[in-house]
């Protein structure tokens, strides 16, 4: 492919948003049609327009609950939960300027899953704190702890500290899993011992319209601010210091952008769990398909991941017939796979 | 005066790197900075950008501190070309060179036309037409060190830092990027190891052990007892027959 055609016109770019847009809304509608028991297009569009223009069409009323409270809000934060830690991992790599990033490097998954088990296991909170609430406040904490650590090891006296942050991310994720581990090992039952491992791989199937109404704006902020400082970024490619002889403000940027990711990453986290693989491999999957400009890369991200997880949890639910599985198993099962391919097909083209 | 460097340092855990530097450049002038390894030409550059703070004095651009003006404010102004800049990313060498019109542009205020004829212009002032949609990771040392400098001329600057800009490239390209930034209407400070290069200078000061030890004309400036006491060089003058011009030869102390 080459990147260095002639620049997209208005109208293209238009056009480009309106498929984006429509692919994001097939994705939606295929994940609320497919399910142990598949529903037609037509009944899901007539429940749509019933729901939300107060039309009339006639539906059967289990398909409506099913469509309504079930499927379409779980699509649509398997949607956002895509974006938001795709978009999450395109940032951070390229900030940190380290392939290996994602969203999970600065101790946030660690954070959460330490807070999840404190709060079903250990009892904290006295039952008036729910797992979902744990896992924010375990995410928050643990970023918190490794943003002072990466702060105080000095990760800032010249622009070329990042590799702080990830050392400090990594010591981070380490005491946090070990409490963890602790935790489990110390109190644990086998029942929720496994009720915890399936939450760590991630699962939506708790996902309905509260989470959703939490998951889009936090999406859509994250997407809006990685779309905002597009241009700030691009200049990192050459590092820290080239951005800032570009006229990029490089700690108002980091700061701002690794506060937010974490944000969205530790809200993701607390609705669905711990998906891995994400938010490492859909920023690179589309820098081979959009290239690396980040105006481009962007939207591209999210709506790779958007589209991904949805698929992803349409097999997790699907795949073994009566049975739910982790979608983090298949999120990598299916995408290392794919992620092989894009990896092989690029080598090629280049 | 463009830009003003009054008892400047940096220090780094007690240890004082760049002290007590004062310079003036002047509106229009190509200063060449010279000095061996480890003298301190890098540090100062990035002082004189203004993306490392100082850790005393102060530099003035236009007669405004650097230091807390807005960074975007400051890219307007002075450009700084790296001794080392390199990336993994599969940037072409049109996107590398956009990036020099980052300060001019805000998510309100699009990339225009004008960009693209700033872009084009800073491609062919650097010889690089026809790279455009190469590959960064493709291209050698010297094509890499060309797309560094259009990049900073696409950020049409008032002031430009060039930590030696002639690295990497051939001779042809060492000469013809030395006369376009002599020819060029903008204020330069360049860093060279090329002593006789640095003749072609309109002034010349030279760095040893962290403090600008001499500044002035470079005929003045780079004496064979200077020379011998900063870098443990002899040198002797050879008159080209040519034109008449003396240059440097250099022995072993
Ligand atoms: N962050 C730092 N911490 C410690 N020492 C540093 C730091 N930055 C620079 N130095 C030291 O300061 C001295 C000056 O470095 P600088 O890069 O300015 O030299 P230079 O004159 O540009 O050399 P060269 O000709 O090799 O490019 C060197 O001895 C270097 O090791
Ligand atoms: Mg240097």
């Known amino acids: ?25 097939a994705a939606v509608l295929a994940g609320t049609c497919i399910g142990e028991t598949p529903i037609p297009v037509l009944t899901v569009l007539q429940t749509l327009a019933n729901k939300i223009f107060g039309a009339a069409h006639v539906v059967d009323p289990i398909d409506v609950g ?33 392939a290996l990033a994602d969203p999970y490097l600065l101790g946030i998954s660690a954070g959460a899953s330490t807070g999840a088990v404190a709060v079903t296991v250990a009892g904290l909170g006295a039952g008036a704190v729910s797992m979902s609430l ?14 002072l650590l990466a702060r105080a090891a000095g990760g800032g006296v010249t622009l070329r500290g990042t590799g702080q942050i990830v050392l400090a991310g990594i010591a981070g994720s380490q005491l946090f899993n070990a409490l963890t581990s602790f935790i489990i090992t110390k109190s644990a039952n086998a029942e929720q011992a496994r009720g915890i491992m399936f939450w760590l791989l991630g699962n939506l199937s708790g996902a309905r319209w509260p989470d959703v109404w939490l998951a889009v704006p936090v999406a859509i902020v994250g997407l809006g601010a990685c779309i905002w400082y597009a241009r700030a970024l691009d200049a ?8 800032a002889s570009l006229g990029v403000p490089v700690r108002v940027v980091q700061v701002v952008l690794i506060g937010l990711t974490a944000l969205v990453t530790a809200v993701m986290v607390s609705i669905v769990g711990s998906i891995g693989f994400v938010g490492l491999v859909i920023p690179h999957a589309a820098r081979f398909l959009v290239g690396v400009r980040h105006g481009r890369l962007g939207p591209a991200t999210a709506l790779i991941g958007a589209v991904f997880l949805i698929a992803a949890d349409v097999l997790s639910r699907t795949i073994v017939p009566g049975q739910v599985l982790p979608i983090g198993v298949i999120t990598a099962l299916v995408g290392a796979p794919a992620f092989a391919l894009i990896l092989v097909r690029g080598r090629r083209r280049s | 005066m463009i830009l003003e460097a009054r008892n400047l340092g940096w220090s780094v855990r007690g240890r004082a790197i760049v002290s007590n530097v004062d310079l003036a450049v002047r509106e229009g002038e190509t200063l060449g900075l010279v000095g061996p390894n480890g003298s301190g030409k890098s540090t100062l550059m990035r002082l004189l950008a203004g993306i490392v703070r100082s850790t005393s004095g102060e530099v003035r ?22 001794q080392q800049a390199e990336t993994t990313e599969a940037i072409s060498v049109r996107d590398a060179v956009e990036l ?56 049409q600057p008032q002031l430009l830092l060039l930590d030696e800009p002639t690295n990497h490239l051939d001779i042809q390209h060492q000469l013809s990027i030395l006369k376009l930034v002599a020819d060029l209407p903008i204020t330069s400070v360049v860093a060279l190891h090329d002593l006789n290069q640095a003749l072609g200078c ?52």
């Open chain 1, 1 to 25: 492919m080459n990147f260095c055609s002639a620049r997209p016109t208005r109208a293209s770019r238009l056009g480009r948003g309106a498929m984006g847009a429509a692919a994001l809304f």
């Open chain 1, 66 to 98: 099913i469509i309504w409270n079930y499927r379409l809000p779980r699509a649509i934060v398997a949607a956002c939960c895509g974006a938001g830690l795709a978009v999450s991992g395109m940032v951070l790599q390229s900030l940190l300027r380290n």
């Open chain 1, 134 to 147: 744990g896992a924010f406040i375990g995410a928050v904490t643990a970023f918190l702890m490794v943003a």
């Open chain 1, 236 to 243: 990192f490619s050459f590092g820290a210091e080239s951005a």
């Open chain 2, 61 to 82: 651009i236009r007669g405004q501190k650097l230091h807390g003006m807005p960074r975007r404010q400051a890219a307007q102004l002075i450009a700084f070309l790296e």
């Open chain 2, 100 to 155: 020099g019109r980052t300060p001019w542009l805000t998510p309100l205020q699009p990339w225009s036309d004008e960009d693209d004829r700033v872009v084009r212009q800073a491609l062919a002032d650097t010889d690089m037409e026809g790279f455009e949609c190469r590959s960064w990771a493709t291209l050698s040392g010297g094509e890499r060190q060309r797309v560094h400098l259009a990049r900073a001329l696409a950020q």
């Open chain 2, 202 to 253: 309109d002034r010349v000061g030279m760095m040893s052990a962290g403090q600008l030890v001499a500044l002035g004309p470079p005929r003045d400036i780079l004496t064979a007892e200077r020379i011998a006491a900063v870098f443990g060089v002899r040198a002797t003058i050879v008159v080209d027959p040519e034109d008449g011009t003396s240059i440097f030869r250099f022995h072993t102390a």
